[in-house]
């Protein structure tokens, strides 16, 4: 009876050990480890890819945002600001762009309060930027599946050049540069779409002069 009482403790004691051990290896060494590579190699992208206005952070290129006026009394949110580049619309919280509330509308194309809000969008865009309707491009009136996608196409950012920059008293040709230089081009030269990412234009767009 002591004996099998010896062998059981024995084996306890070992199991308690591997479980320290493991502890150690995979809860404290191994993300220190990681943690040190990815600060070392990519501390823009461990660290949340923020943008900075001079020390404080002011956005992450990661997620999309609104750029609205601010809201009058009794609205939730404003009009959109003529001075940015605007992002495409979104199904993420009431007022779109909630972090804490990533979705789509889950509507599909034959829904017809869709189909109306498109159309409404498109009239609200063209009149927006000055331009017809039928140029407004798909991503200008619908939302993403995350619905906090910083990307919009180089057809939408190069349409509202012109507004941008009569807004600012920008030269037009300096506004366009800006957003050919910000398009990106398809991953490994085969995937996606060319894009640009709106948030890191407006951020530069703040410093153009």
């Known amino acids: 009876m002591a004996g099998s009482l010896t062998r059981l403790l024995r084996h306890h004691l070992a199991a308690l050990r591997m479980l320290l051990v493991f502890t150690v290896i995979t809860g404290i060494v191994y993300p220190l480890v990681v943690t040190g590579i990815a600060q070392a190699v990519f501390p823009h992208q461990a660290n949340g890819s923020l943008l900075k206005d001079g020390r404080r952070p002011v956005a992450s290129s990661l997620i999309g945002q ?3 006026l601010p809201p009058r009394k009794g609205q939730t949110t404003g009009a959109p600001d003529p001075r940015w580049f605007q992002p495409r619309p979104s199904a993420a919280g009431p ?3 909630d ?22 969008r ?3 865009v063209a009149a927006f930027d000055g331009v017809p309707p039928s140029s407004v491009p798909a ?7 995350s619905g906090l996608d910083p990307d919009i196409s180089p057809t939408y950012a190069y349409e509202q050049v012109n507004r941008v920059a009569k807004a600012r008293g920008l030269d037009p040709v300096a506004v366009r540069k800006l957003v050919a230089e910000h398009v990106q081009g398809r991953n490994l030269g085969f995937l996606g779409q060319e894009r640009v990412n709106v948030v890191v234009l407006n951020h530069d ?5």
């Open 139 to 145: 991503d200008a009136v619908t939302a993403s599946g």
């Open 95 to 97: 007022t779109g762009y």
């Open 99 to 120: 972090p804490t509330n990533s979705g789509a509308s889950n509507l599909g194309p034959n829904n017809a309060g869709l189909v109306k809000a498109v159309k409404d």
């Open 122 to 124: 498109r009239a609200a």
């Open 66 to 68: 609104n750029f609205n």
């Open 205 to 209: 767009l703040a410093a153009l002069k």
